[in-house]
Nanobody, 120 residues
Framework: VQLVESGGGLVQPGGSLRLSCAAS????????MGWYRQAPGKERELVAS???????TYADSVKGRFTISNDNAEDTVYLQMNSLIPEDTAVYYC???????????????WGQGTQVTVSS
């Protein structure tokens, strides 16, 4: 199984970015997909997650600014980030809880990470 992220980059404060993460491989079903982030010198933290049924969870620091969504048919999760602030600067990692074909799992998988930098 692979998680491939895209959409990071440099943006000015107040700007927007959209991250995407596509899962591929011997996937039977994806239970939960989410985004974590890790800033320099800090621990990795949950940003947002979404279940297969569409239930969402957000960190307090991003509520009202970020929106997570998924496309179950494409095994893809998105993170729309608006009103970005410098404190959002971090490497953002995609995470998925996946049940594999033949009933194996579920297992946790991580993407390679994508850098988001918010700076003027």
């Amino acid at each position: 199984v692979q998680l491939v992220e895209s959409g990071g980059g440099l943006v000015q404060p107040g700007g927007s970015l959209r991250l995407s993460c596509a899962a591929s491989g011997n996937i039977f079903s994806i239970n939960v997909m989410g985004w974590y982030r890790q800033a320099p010198g800090k621990e990795r933290e949950l940003v947002a997650s979404i279940t297969r049924g569409g239930s969402t969870t957000y960190a307090d620091s991003v509520k009202g600014r970020f929106t997570i969504s998924n496309d179950n048919a494409e095994d893809t999760v998105y993170l729309q980030m608006n009103s970005l602030i410098p404190e959002d600067t971090a490497v953002y990692y995609c995470n998925a809880n996946i049940r594999l074909l033949k009933g194996w799992g579920p297992y946790e998988y991580w993407g390679q990470g994508t850098q988001v930098t918010v700076s003027s």
